[in-house]
């Protein structure tokens, strides 16, 4: 008879019922379990847990997962393969949900929406390199200086040189920014092919957006803003656990 293998979220689960947490059984692999009435195995917030085993260790992925953890009022715990720890810790650690922070302003990480304009078509840049969306705190056009405000200016840099300037984070919401923002814009006429568009005239056609990214136009994606994701319970948020499962047993790593 083969051993029973139990998966990582399953041993997670055994650990945790040995400190005093009640967690249901059987479980579903795919969605968070929520354990309450134990001992927070870190020291953290004495609220219910959810864990969650996280496959997918991307920005958005994770930061989806404590989200939603947090707005439910419970300390999230994401259930990590080791392969994947320094990629979490990364998004989790000293500049949470960032990129990187640079003389106190913000790097983003870019998600795979796409930027709407309020024209109903997308942005677009002509570039060799993935555009990088970061704050900038210089002087305005008017003269007024922004280094001490709390909405600097939103800034697209790729090739090293800035591709597209937003007053700030709050114009990627809805109806979106204008078009003029961006050098170029797209979006798929009636005859089922991708148009793209600088400020003044339509510059290309193309079968599909895998054709417009081959002649170097680049949809543009949106930067992960964490306040636009985490609305709720950020302190909870902030007190992310990772869970590890190996042969030696779990261990625990909170932020």
Same mark, same amino acid.
């Given at each position: ?29 795919? =969605? ?28 958005? %992925? ?5 989200? =939603? ?48 304009? @309020? ?7 002509? %570039? ?39 007053? @700030? ?62 609305? =709720? ?23």
């Amino acid at each position: 008879m083969t051993p029973h293998n139990p998966s990582r979220l399953e041993a997670v689960l055994a650990d945790l019922r040995d400190r005093g947490y009640c967690c249901p059984d059987p479980i579903e692999d795919e =969605t968070p379990v929520v354990a309450t009435g134990g001992d927070h195995p870190t020291g953290g917030p004495d609220v219910a847990l959810s864990i969650d085993r996280l496959r997918a260790v991307t920005p958005l %992925t994770i930061t989806g997962r404590i989200a =939603t953890a947090a707005h439910a009022g419970r300390a999230p715990v994401l259930v990590v393969d080791e392969w994947g720890l320094e990629d979490v810790r990364a998004v989790l650690g000293e500049s949470f949900l960032l990129r990187d922070r640079v003389d106190d302003r913000r790097q983003f990480y870019s998600i795979p929406d796409r930027i709407a304009l @309020s024209d109903g078509r997308y942005a677009c840049v002509r %570039t060799d390199t993935e555009p990088q969306w970061r704050e900038d705190a210089s002087t305005t056009a008017t003269g007024r200086d922004r280094t001490d405000t709390d909405d600097p200016r939103l800034l697209l840099e790729a090739d090293g040189s800035i591709q597209a300037v937003l007053e @700030s984070t709050d114009a990627l919401t809805c109806p979106g920014p204008d078009p003029a923002a961006f050098p170029y814009r797209y979006g798929r006429g009636p005859d089922k092919r991708i148009h793209v568009f600088d400020r003044d005239r339509e510059v290309g056609r193309y079968a599909g957006i895998a054709a417009m990214r081959a002649n170097a136009y680049r949809p543009v994606a949106m930067p992960l803003v964490p306040e636009q994701h985490v609305r =709720t319970g950020g302190r909870l948020a902030r007190s992310a656990t990772l869970a590890v499962a190996t042969a030696d047993g779990v261990t625990y790593e909170r932020f």
